[in-house]
């Protein structure tokens, strides 16, 4: 199967049932059940989805070729990944030989002290940057051997992004930067603001669509985000310290939001950080110490 054609394949729906779970949390933890009417008949979502039918188990659409958690190739591979700086005459390496397989399904943790070289590594994961020695491959491409336009592609639909910080756009209002990742893919318009409308619904902030970052409180910017990064439905959602500037309560409920996206979509979630509290989410932590793996540990239950 064609790196295209495991994309169209990863474009379809979300799964009604997830929608339910997430819609009945997050109706739950805003405490917004009794007055929306939507949330509480999951009929009304699931017809008016813009995503289709269900579709769980992204594994079983990928062809045994490509197919991953039990099998031969990895979704994401890191081959003696090497990452130098150059500063001036001086060069540092931020990631000394990391190799690295993910699975497809996995909720993998990143964990490591400052400095260690999450950030480095979440960006060579996430397609934002390339290594300076060894290889990186994305269902089996090695993602040097692409050009810029042809990784902003395969990045903008294999790869939904949350950040510590958000990275909202400040001037688009909520709904405009759920959009943001839709008009990069050529959506239709309309269709694309079914989806954000959808998105939004899930996350729980159907009410905040014209609500610019700022008049938004962290959590709700952050959910924001999720819904930013979930607009083109792509396999994997890579997380930089997603909780950091959360308080325990609504991180915890964000991490409940992902861990029921890996659970029920059977999406890839990579979460690079320094906090201990996130393994419990886990299925594998990778420990990264100075720019080097110290040990990878597989969790039998989360
Ligand atoms: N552009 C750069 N030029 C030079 N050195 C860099 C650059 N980016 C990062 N580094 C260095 O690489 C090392 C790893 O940085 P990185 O940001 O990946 O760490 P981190 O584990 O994400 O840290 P933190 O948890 O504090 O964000 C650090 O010593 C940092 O100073």
Redesign the pocket.
């Known amino acids: 199967m064609t790196l295209i054609k495991i994309i169209e394949t990863f474009k379809k729906k979300l799964n009604a049932s997830y929608v339910l779970k997430s819609l009945e949390k997050a109706a739950d933890f805003y405490g917004e059940s009794d007055n929306d009417s939507e949330i509480n008949n999951p009929g009304v979502i699931t017809k008016n989805s813009p995503y289709g039918g269900p579709a769980r188990n992204f594994a079983k659409n990928l062809g045994s070729e490509n197919t991953s958690r039990n099998g031969e190739v990895p979704l994401i591979k890191l081959t003696n990944v090497w990452k130098i700086?150059q500063?001036g005459e001086i060069e540092?390496a931020?990631l000394k030989g990391i190799n690295l397989e993910i699975y497809e399904g996995e909720f993998l943790i990143i964990l490591?002290?400052?400095?260690?070289?999450?950030?480095?590594?979440?960006n060579l994961l996430g397609c934002l940057d390339i290594p300076s020695k060894g290889t990186v491959c994305l269902n089996s491409k090695d993602i040097s051997e692409l050009n810029e336009s042809e990784l902003a592609v395969v990045r903008g639909q294999m790869i939904g992004f949350i950040f510590q910080s958000f990275n909202l756009l400040p001037t688009l209002n909520t709904e405009e930067n759920v959009l943001l990742p839709m008009e990069f893919q050529e959506e239709n318009r309309q269709i694309a603001r079914q989806k954000a409308s959808y998105l939004l619904e899930i996350v729980g902030l159907s009410d905040k669509k014209k609500n610019l970052p700022s008049q938004l409180s962290g959590g709700q910017k952050q959910r924001v985000a999720i819904a930013r990064s979930l607009a083109v439905n792509p396999p994997i959602i890579l997380a930089d310290?997603p909780t950091g500037n959360l308080d325990t309560k609504t991180g915890d409920y964000i991490l409940e939001f992902l861990d029921g996206l890996q659970k029920s979509e059977g999406k890839t979630i990579i979460i690079?950080t320094?906090d201990l509290e996130l393994v419990k989410y886990a299925t594998r932590i990778v420990y990264?110490r100075d720019?080097e793996i110290e040990k990878i540990e597989t969790c039998k239950e989360k």
């Open positions: 700086y500063m540092f931020a490591g002290p400052s400095g260690s070289g999450k950030s480095t590594l979440m310290e690079v320094h990264i720019g």
